[in-house]
């Protein structure tokens, strides 16, 4: 049976109408666009971009409380779920100095420092031996040094895990939906399979927000452009020591810890 353009076009204006229909049933009654979880280009209108990104954690501007709130709001926007024991999945965690520092630690040290929590996450390194054993490309660098994942690549080969030298992989062994208490419907969750981690909030710098840890700290993780002089990362660097996780491996770290 032939078709004419004219009726091509009659039928694709049908199929145009209906599919308007529907998204804006699924949007709600006098719902528009903007009500959408679809992002649309104003949303990265104003971007925060940087030549290097760089995270600088000041731990003695933080307790329990405020470790915990922080792994709270990186959890609870990127879905990551609740699950205990060996199969746990963690963007962000504590843990004591030995295990934060190993090869850092001296002879003698204060007692306040040896018996502090440290925040642990992806250290956004500039060479990410991750990316480079990775065979799908699912782990890649952007020219602004953050490491980040397409979720949709990772074949669940846990190469990645193995060339990490800071534990700062997760792996799904099992559907992770159902360990995560309030879905964020914003961000996608993972499958089983699948290999997650920090992204220092990608998502969010698009949409020229700081990563939600930062914006949980009230002041103790400063984040900015490590290549920028006048960027607050530089500043306190500056003014402050601070030190970063296993320097010896090589892999030069993005994130700097103020004892």
Excluded at 96 to 114: G, Q
Excluded at 144 to 163: K, N, Q, S
Excluded at 171 to 180: E, G, L, Q
């Amino acid at each position: 049976m032939k078709r004419t353009r004219r009726d091509f076009l009659k039928i694709a204006g049908v199929s145009a109408a209906v599919v308007s229909a529907g998204t804006l049933g699924f949007l709600g009654e006098g719902a528009n666009a903007a009500d959408s979880l679809i992002p649309t280009a104003e949303d990265f209108a104003h971007p925060l971009t940087a030549k290097r990104w760089a995270m600088v954690i000041d731990t003695g501007k933080f307790d329990d409380a405020l470790q915990a709130k922080c792994i709270e709001a990186c959890h609870s926007f990127h879905n990551v779920p609740s699950i205990e024991g060996k199969q746990e999945i963690k963007w962000m965690w504590t843990d004591t100095f030995e295990a934060t520092f190993p090869t850092e630690r001296p002879k003698f040290l204060a007692e306040a420092i040896e018996h502090r929590k440290f925040l642990l996450l992806c250290n956004h390194c500039t060479h990410p031996p991750c990316v480079r054993v990775c065979p799908t490309k699912a782990t890649f660098q952007r020219p602004d040094g953050l490491v980040v994942m397409d979720y949709h690549r990772c074949i669940g080969c846990r190469y990645c895990m193995a060339g990490c030298p800071f534990g700062a992989r997760s792996f799904n062994f099992r559907d992770p939906a159902p360990f995560v208490k309030n879905m964020n419907n914003i961000y996608p969750h993972r499958t089983r399979g699948v290999v997650e981690k920090c992204t220092f909030c990608v998502e969010k710098l698009n949409k020229g927000e700081m990563p939600a840890c930062v914006q949980a700290a009230n002041g103790a993780i400063y984040f900015g452009d490590l290549e920028d002089p006048n960027s607050t990362v530089r500043q306190v660097l500056k003014e402050r020591y601070a030190i970063r996780r296993k320097p010896d491996v090589g892999t030069e770290p993005g994130v700097y810890y103020i004892l």
